[in-house]
């Protein structure tokens, strides 16, 4: 062995610095290559339907409020009714989920007709990074300040709060951060209208 391999450098001779460098650059390349195969293992999309029994009936549904406001019919057709933060109140503004006082909420213009009512609860509420693909949602406008600009949607669409690299339902537009991007899952893109 040459002498400047054996030759101390500290408390280890040289040729033991080399080992042990070549070692550690193993040990990363073997902890990298698990990290990529744990991410590429991932499912990108999903593809979530529900079955219904054959004997279902719907549950019905009435309403009226102070304001002057009806509904009686079934439930999902409520649920197109009420604001989820990219559906318009009666003074043309979106500033929340709650209309301002002595006001009722109007259904939007269904643009679409002959589109069948959705169930947003048979949608997950949080769809994380890694869990869609590129094209699985469509950004329909932005929230700033609690108030809503962008395409309105109508029929019962999910519609997600673009938050922390992953998509959220169920969101209060009043806490979210200016600039949020809402989206609706692409599927749907036939629902959204001016």
């Not at 450098?9 to 698990?34: Q, S």
């Not at 699985?136 to 809503?148: C, E, N």
Request: hydrophobic share 30%; proline share 11%.
């Amino acid at each position: 062995m040459p002498e400047f391999l054996t030759r101390k450098l500290g408390p280890l001779p040289t040729w033991g610095w080399g080992a042990l460098a070549v070692g550690g650059f193993v040990v990363y390349r073997y902890l990298k290559n698990r990290q990529a195969a744990s991410t590429s293992a991932t499912p990108t999309s999903a593809q979530y339907s529900a079955t219904v029994p054959s004997d279902y009936t719907e549950p019905t549904a009435t309403l009226s409020t102070p304001g002057g406001f009806s509904y009686s019919g079934p439930l999902s057709g409520l649920q197109t009714l009420i604001p989820t933060g990219a559906l318009s109140s009666t003074n043309g503004s979106t500033s929340g989920d709650t209309n301002p006082p002595g006001t009722a909420a109007t259904p939007p213009p269904n643009t679409s007709p002959g589109l069948p009512a959705v169930n947003a609860a048979n949608y997950p509420q949080q769809v994380r990074y890694g869990q869609y693909g590129p094209s699985d949602y469509t950004r329909i406008g932005t929230v700033s300040g609690g108030q809503y600009t962008g395409q309105q949607v109508s029929g019962g669409v999910p519609v997600y709060a673009g938050l922390f690299g992953g998509f959220q339902q169920g969101f209060n537009m009043a806490t979210l951060p200016s600039g949020t991007d809402l989206y609706i899952p692409s599927q749907f893109s036939a629902y959204e209208h001016a």
